[in-house]
Structures are given as structure tokens and as C-alpha cells.
């Protein structure tokens, strides 16, 4: 199995140089038919303009009149004010304040020559014990993703923004009846000369805030990349410590999400929702520093954590309450290297992570009543070079503590993938990505899967 993984990865590393190579000058040809055009059309705009002022100056000389600019017929106006308007000032939705509306239309096919969960995408390869080598094909347009910024006007030093995100794997009834997924809900208060701002509703988690570019929908999720999202309330605080060195402090109280039934068949537990019956809120924190490490390229490194309970009524024990501690420590780096190759990096530790979608998706053993103990990782890096292609490559891994974990329960999880995006034009892209999943259990065989995945994509 070793010797197929490394000769699978060689030669995906092969395909991604060669096309590295070609890419070069495909895009100085692109650059200059782009230069080309708007030379063109800069021209063809001048002339019309230089046009309609000779009428007007024709027409005022024959009748003795100085040239005046309100002598334009609104026609002229309207005319001229289509040409320069630039199409980014185009309010897209009607409101008092100003809203960009934003997204992609995704649809995905996926072929595995084993069985995942949950098939649209992968968390993890599913037990051999119940069906080896079980192959199977999906596709879906459910990462298909809808959004809208909102910005208000500037009040005395004050920016109002808002945000509102969702895509549809929501709990939908079928696969060709999707729900909605809320993704980002929130407002955001900003004051840019103090370099401070306020966060109020629904977003991204403070720790953990990368994320590795896969076309498969879960980007490492329980297979070492942690963090996802949750309401909250956060504060961000940064400070220019010099022309080349940025320091940024966040900290959020953010809801502790806890379903009961995220537990699994062994679930003991009378009440829905863990995270609220604990009391009070998560805390989240982070400070990262931004400066030139390994390159003249500013890279950001940064050291985030949190700290929850949950509570739990052990119908077993009587009705006795029952705490369980959710807690992490983690590091994240981004490092450009060049204008085009860049790395990623997180790595975490940490205990009853499940709902930051860590644990291989196990939080808590109800059997021993114990929190999971679990750490993992990944690294991935960007390859950006001239011309209509980029690629992707990394791997990911979660170790959970086998002493934890009842049998049948997943010990570790690991991803290697690699992919290949081209771009159509400036909208829309079409992309393919290989990967290699292994999944270990406690007491079993290990369950691997090799994943090929298609992704159409039309970005608006």
C-alpha cells in the first residue's frame, strides 16, 4: 500500500510541472490580446466623445454663441455617461445601502473505488468489515453558493458591513431537493483609523482559520483540519508594529454547539442541545503576527485556542448531569514564497472536538463516560503560475488516542490530494482532483479509497 501511495503522489507531482512549464507562455499571450482590447476600446470611446463636442462646437459657432457644457441635449448626457460609467458601480440589488451579490454554480462528479461518508463528499472511507472495495458514483450541484455583502456609509470614523452566506447541503428530503445551509450571517462594525472592529452573528471560527483549496466540500474536515462556524461575537484588534510587521489580537464568546446525536447509536442522552444546557458561552482567541519570514513576501504565522463545556443527562446514572470539557491549541502559517507558489499550514491538539469537526467526527465516549483526546494536521501548497491553470496539492492526517475509543471506532484518518483547475474564461472554470483516503479503526482492517472528482464552476 506504501509503494502505491508514493508512486500515486510522483505521478501527480509529474503532471502538475508540466503543465507549470506550458502555462508560461499562454500567459503573455493572454496579456497582450486582454491590452489589445482595451487600447481598442479606450479609442473607439474617445472618438465617439470627440465627435459629439465638434457637433456641439459647430452648432454654437454658426450661432455666435460661446461653447457651454449645458447646451448637451440629456441624450448626450446619458450617452456619454454610459461610456465611462465603470461596471463595478452597478448597485445589483435595490436597497438604501449599497449590496453586491456574489457566488459560484458548482456541480460535482466524484467517482470511489470504496464506499465514504456521505458520498457527495468525504469525512472518512467507511469500514471494510461491511463492504470491501464497495465502488461507488456521485454527483450534486449542493456546493453551489450564494451571497450578498452589504455596506453602509461611513458615520463619524464608523464603517457598518453585513454579510449573509449559505450554500444547500442543508438536511434536504433528496438528493434533487436540497435544503439551505446558513453559512455567514453577521454585521460587522469597523473603525479603521483605530484598526478595530466588532463581529456580531455567524461566521468562521477564530481558531484554526485556514483552509487547503480542495474541490471535495469538506477541505480536510475530520481528517486534521479543524474549525468551522457558529454565532458568535468577536473583537479584532491590530496594531502596525512597524512599515513591514502587523500584530492582530481576536477573541470571541461563541456558542457551544453540542447535538446529542452527534454521538451516535451509543447515546445515553435525554436532552438536544449539550452546548446550551452547559451555561455559558465558548471562549475563542487568537494572535497572529504578519511579517517577512523565509521571503520578502509578508507570511502570517498565528497561535489560536478555546475553551467550552458541555452537559449531558446520564439517563443511565439516574438523570445525574454529567460535563464534558472541549478545549484546543493550535498553530497556523501562511507563507507566499513567490508571486506564484505559496504554502499552508495548521496543526492542533485538543479534546471533544467533534463539533469543530475534528475527532474523525467522536467527541465523547459515552461508555467510559471520557472526553476523545485527538491532534492532527495538514499542509498544502499553491501553484499559481502564468497562464489558465492552478493546482493544488497536500495531505492531511488526525490521530485520535487509541485508549479513548471503544472498538469499531474510528483511530485515524489521512487524505493526499492533488488537483488541476482551468480556467474557461474569467467566470468559469472547470476542474479535476484526485485524492487517496485511509481510514483506520480500532480492531479492524484498514478501508482506503482512491476519489476522482469533477467540479464545473461558474463564479458571478
Given at each position: 500500500?506504501k509503494r502505491?501511495?508514493?508512486?500515486?503522489?510522483?505521478?501527480?507531482?509529474?503532471v502538475?510541472?508540466?503543465?507549470?512549464i506550458?502555462?508560461?507562455?499562454?500567459?503573455l499571450?493572454?496579456e497582450?490580446?486582454?491590452l489589445?482590447g482595451?487600447?481598442?476600446?479606450l479609442?473607439?470611446?474617445l472618438a465617439?466623445?470627440?465627435?459629439?463636442l465638434?457637433q456641439?462646437?459647430a452648432?454654437?459657432?454658426q450661432?455666435?454663441?460661446?461653447?457651454?457644457?449645458e447646451?448637451?441635449?440629456?441624450?448626450?448626457?446619458?450617452?456619454l455617461?454610459?461610456l465611462?460609467r465603470e461596471?463595478?458601480?452597478k448597485k445589483?440589488?435595490?436597497?438604501?445601502l449599497?449590496?453586491?451579490?456574489y457566488g459560484?454554480?458548482?456541480?460535482d462528479?466524484?467517482y470511489d473505488?470504496?464506499r465514504?461518508?456521505?458520498?457527495n463528499y468525504?469525512?472518512w472511507?467507511d469500514?471494510?468489515?461491511?463492504?470491501?472495495?464497495?465502488?461507488?458514483?456521485?454527483?450534486?450541484?449542493?456546493?453551489t453558493?450564494?451571497?450578498m455583502?452589504?455596506?453602509?456609509l461611513?458615520d463619524d470614523?464608523?464603517?457598518?458591513s453585513?454579510r449573509?452566506e449559505?450554500?444547500?447541503?442543508g438536511?434536504?428530503?433528496?438528493?434533487?431537493?436540497?435544503?439551505?445551509?446558513v453559512?455567514?450571517v453577521y454585521?460587522?462594525?469597523?473603525?479603521p483609523?483605530?484598526?478595530?472592529?466588532?463581529?456580531?452573528?455567524?461566521?468562521?471560527?477564530v481558531?484554526s482559520?485556514?483552509?487547503?483549496?480542495?474541490?471535495?466540500?469538506?477541505?480536510?474536515?475530520?481528517a486534521?483540519?479543524i474549525?468551522?462556524r457558529?454565532?458568535q461575537?468577536?473583537?479584532?484588534?491590530?496594531?502596525?508594529?512597524?512599515d513591514k510587521?502587523?500584530?492582530?489580537?481576536?477573541?470571541a464568546?461563541?456558542?457551544?454547539?453540542?447535538?446529542?446525536s452527534d454521538?451516535?447509536?451509543?447515546d445515553?442522552?435525554?436532552n438536544?442541545?449539550?452546548?446550551?444546557?452547559?451555561?455559558?458561552?465558548?471562549l475563542?482567541?487568537?494572535?497572529?503576527?504578519t511579517?517577512p519570514?523565509?521571503?520578502?513576501?509578508p507570511?502570517?504565522?498565528?497561535?489560536?485556542?478555546h475553551?467550552?463545556?458541555?452537559?449531558?443527562?446520564?439517563?443511565?446514572?439516574?438523570?445525574k448531569?454529567k460535563?464534558?470539557?472541549?478545549w484546543?491549541?493550535?498553530?497556523?502559517l501562511?507563507?507566499?514564497?513567490?508571486?506564484?507558489?505559496?504554502?499552508?499550514?495548521e496543526?492542533?491538539?485538543?479534546?471533544?472536538?467533534?463539533q469543530?469537526?475534528g475527532g474523525?467526527g467522536?467527541?465523547?465516549?459515552?461508555?467510559?463516560?471520557?472526553?476523545?483526546?485527538?491532534?492532527?494536521g495538514?499542509?498544502?501548497a499553491s501553484i499559481?503560475?502564468?497562464g489558465?491553470?492552478?493546482?493544488?496539492?497536500?495531505?492531511?492526517?488526525e490521530?485520535?488516542?487509541n485508549g479513548?475509543?471503544?472498538?469499531?471506532?474510528?483511530?485515524?484518518?489521512?487524505?493526499?490530494?492533488?488537483?488541476?483547475?482551468?480556467?474557461?474564461?474569467k467566470?468559469?472554470s472547470?476542474g479535476?482532483?484526485?485524492?487517496?483516503?485511509?481510514?483506520k479503526r480500532?480492531?479492524?482492517?484498514?478501508a482506503d479509497?482512491?476519489?476522482?472528482?469533477?467540479?464545473?464552476?461558474?463564479?458571478?
Amino acid at each position: 500500500m506504501k509503494r502505491c501511495t508514493i508512486l500515486f503522489a510522483v505521478a501527480l507531482l509529474a503532471v502538475f510541472c508540466s503543465q507549470v512549464i506550458g502555462a508560461e507562455s499562454d500567459k503573455l499571450a493572454e496579456e497582450n490580446a486582454q491590452l489589445r482590447g482595451r487600447v481598442d476600446k479606450l479609442e473607439q470611446e474617445l472618438a465617439v466623445i470627440k465627435e459629439m463636442l465638434m457637433q456641439q462646437a459647430a452648432a454654437t459657432k454658426q450661432a455666435q454663441k460661446p461653447v457651454k457644457v449645458e447646451e448637451l441635449t440629456e441624450g448626450d448626457i446619458a450617452k456619454l455617461s454610459e461610456l465611462l460609467r465603470e461596471k463595478g458601480d452597478k448597485k445589483l440589488v435595490k436597497s438604501s445601502l449599497e449590496i453586491d451579490l456574489y457566488g459560484y454554480i458548482k456541480a460535482d462528479a466524484s467517482y470511489d473505488n470504496s464506499r465514504t461518508t456521505p458520498g457527495n463528499y468525504v469525512k472518512w472511507v467507511d469500514s471494510e468489515n461491511t463492504g470491501n472495495n464497495d465502488n461507488e458514483f456521485n454527483m450534486t450541484a449542493n456546493q453551489t453558493r450564494i451571497g450578498m455583502n452589504i455596506k453602509g456609509l461611513e458615520d463619524d470614523g464608523l464603517l457598518t458591513s453585513g454579510r449573509v452566506e449559505v450554500d444547500f447541503y442543508g438536511n434536504g428530503t433528496a438528493e434533487n431537493k436540497s435544503g439551505i445551509l446558513v453559512r455567514h450571517v453577521y454585521m460587522k462594525l469597523d473603525w479603521p483609523e483605530d484598526n478595530f472592529s466588532i463581529i456580531a452573528g455567524q461566521t468562521s471560527d477564530v481558531i484554526s482559520p485556514l483552509t487547503p483549496y480542495t474541490l471535495n466540500y469538506s477541505v480536510a474536515w475530520w481528517a486534521g483540519n479543524i474549525g468551522y462556524r457558529r454565532p458568535q461575537i468577536r473583537l479584532t484588534k491590530g496594531f502596525s508594529l512597524s512599515d513591514k510587521t502587523d500584530l492582530k489580537l481576536e477573541g470571541a464568546i461563541a456558542r457551544t454547539i453540542g447535538r446529542s446525536s452527534d454521538l451516535g447509536d451509543d447515546d445515553t442522552t435525554t436532552n438536544s442541545e449539550s452546548g446550551e444546557d452547559a451555561g455559558y458561552p465558548s471562549l475563542q482567541g487568537r494572535v497572529s503576527l504578519t511579517t517577512p519570514l523565509l521571503t520578502k513576501l509578508p507570511a502570517t504565522v498565528g497561535v489560536s485556542g478555546h475553551y467550552g463545556r458541555e452537559e449531558y443527562d446520564i439517563t443511565s446514572s439516574g438523570g445525574k448531569n454529567k460535563k464534558f470539557e472541549s478545549w484546543s491549541l493550535n498553530v497556523d502559517l501562511h507563507q507566499p514564497i513567490n508571486d506564484w507558489l505559496a504554502f499552508k499550514s495548521e496543526g492542533f491538539v485538543g479534546e471533544n472536538l467533534n463539533q469543530y469537526l475534528g475527532g474523525i467526527g467522536q467527541g465523547v465516549n459515552m461508555t467510559t463516560l471520557s472526553e476523545i483526546r485527538t491532534q492532527g494536521g495538514w499542509v498544502a501548497a499553491s501553484i499559481t503560475p502564468q497562464g489558465k491553470w492552478k493546482y493544488n496539492l497536500g495531505i492531511s492526517m488526525e490521530d485520535v488516542k487509541n485508549g479513548d475509543l471503544n472498538a469499531g471506532d474510528r483511530s485515524q484518518n489521512r487524505s493526499i490530494f492533488g488537483n488541476a483547475i482551468y480556467s474557461i474564461n474569467k467566470n468559469t472554470s472547470v476542474g479535476f482532483e484526485l485524492s487517496q483516503w485511509q481510514t483506520k479503526r480500532v480492531g479492524e482492517s484498514d478501508a482506503d479509497d482512491i476519489r476522482a472528482q469533477t467540479s464545473f464552476i461558474y463564479k458571478f
